[in-house]
């Protein structure tokens, strides 16, 4: 699974490095070095719709969406912490996500990610859990395949208010490779650049082609080092998580 992760990039530079064409300055984020499950994170997605001059239009967005997916048909939005993940063999099926599968991808970029491996501590002799952070080897960052979905808060009644609305996401991961593999049986799933395009696509609704997108990670190397505890505690947070352990 992913639980935490690291990402630190401007708006600005996730524009230049996801071709995005609309950002909003109002839902610029803080460099996070601890992502954690129910905060907001950044998504690169794509929105068709009309231009001024009635014609059709696909806009690539960079927006700031709560992680963890709530289904539209939820009756309250308490269930998006268990849904911070989707495992790509049955995504595309699950009903928590089949909708979002077929009609609202995104991609979730990332500097890395954070897995714990449990180990003896050497000096109690009692298991403990080690976190590592797993991160592509040329320092490039990742794009970690994800879907979005709205959620209608039934106690807001006027359409047009943005409190009735909640958009979320979850990212879908598969069985780790390389690195984060001796740390951890599960990894986000990234896509290389090459199939940002399809993945991002409203009208690409095809969902055997869409599952071929998602055949294997994309991307290089991944680089794997143990990191403080510190990171942990959701509460901390800055460069000094991604220090090498002593």
Same mark, same amino acid.
């Given at each position: 699974?992913?639980?935490?992760?690291?990402?630190?990039?401007?708006?600005?530079? *996730?524009?230049?490095?996801?071709?995005?064409?609309?950002?909003?300055?109002?839902?610029?984020?803080? #460099?996070?070095?601890?992502?954690?499950?129910?905060?907001?994170?950044?998504?690169?997605?794509?929105?068709?719709?009309?231009?001024?001059?009635?014609?059709?239009?696909?806009?690539?967005? *960079?927006?700031?969406?709560?992680?963890? $997916?709530?289904?539209?048909?939820?009756?309250?939005?308490?269930?998006?912490?268990?849904?911070?993940?989707?495992?790509?063999?049955?995504?595309?099926?699950?009903?928590?996500?089949?909708?979002?599968?077929?009609?609202?991808?995104?991609?979730? #970029?990332?500097?890395?990610?954070?897995?714990?491996?449990?180990?003896?501590?050497?000096?109690?002799?009692? #298991?403990?859990?080690?976190?590592?952070?797993?991160?592509?080897?040329?320092?490039?960052?990742?794009?970690?395949?994800?879907?979005?979905?709205?959620?209608?808060? #039934?106690?807001?009644?006027?359409?047009?208010?943005?409190?009735?609305?909640?958009?979320?996401?979850?990212?879908?991961?598969?069985?780790?490779?390389?690195?984060?593999?001796?740390?951890?049986?599960?990894?986000?799933?990234? $896509?290389?650049?090459?199939?940002?395009?399809?993945? $991002?696509?409203?009208?690409?609704?095809?969902?055997?082609?869409?599952?071929?997108?998602?055949?294997?990670?994309?991307?290089?190397?991944?680089?794997?080092?143990?990191?403080?505890?510190?990171?942990?505690?959701?509460?901390?947070?800055?460069?000094?998580? *991604?220090?090498?352990?002593?």
């Amino acid at each position: 699974m992913c639980g935490r992760y690291a990402s630190t990039r401007s708006p600005q530079e *996730l524009a230049r490095l996801f071709q995005v064409t609309d950002w909003q300055p109002e839902e610029t984020l803080e #460099p996070s070095w601890n992502v954690a499950p129910t905060q907001r994170v950044y998504a690169v997605l794509e929105r068709a719709g009309r231009d001024g001059d009635g014609e059709d239009r696909v806009r690539r967005e *960079l927006r700031a969406l709560r992680w963890g $997916l709530v289904p539209s048909w939820a009756k309250d939005p308490a269930s998006g912490a268990r849904m911070i993940n989707a495992r790509v063999e049955t995504v595309h099926e699950k009903p928590a996500y089949r909708r979002a599968f077929a009609k609202r991808r995104c991609l979730l #970029p990332a500097d890395g990610f954070y897995e714990w491996e449990r180990v003896e501590d050497e000096t109690t002799g009692k #298991p403990r859990k080690q976190p590592y952070f797993i991160q592509p080897a040329d320092g490039e960052p990742m794009a970690m395949a994800g879907l979005y979905e709205h959620w209608r808060d #039934p106690d807001v009644k006027d359409d047009d208010d943005p409190a009735a609305w909640l958009t979320t996401c979850t990212i879908i991961t598969t069985e780790a490779t390389d690195a984060a593999g001796r740390v951890h049986p599960r990894m986000p799933l990234t $896509l290389s650049p090459d199939d940002h395009d399809a993945w $991002l696509d409203p009208h690409h609704h095809d969902t055997a082609a869409l599952r071929a997108l998602l055949a294997r990670p994309g991307g290089g190397r991944l680089d794997a080092r143990p990191v403080s505890t510190a990171v942990n505690n959701v509460r901390n947070n800055g460069p000094h998580l *991604l220090d090498p352990a002593a």
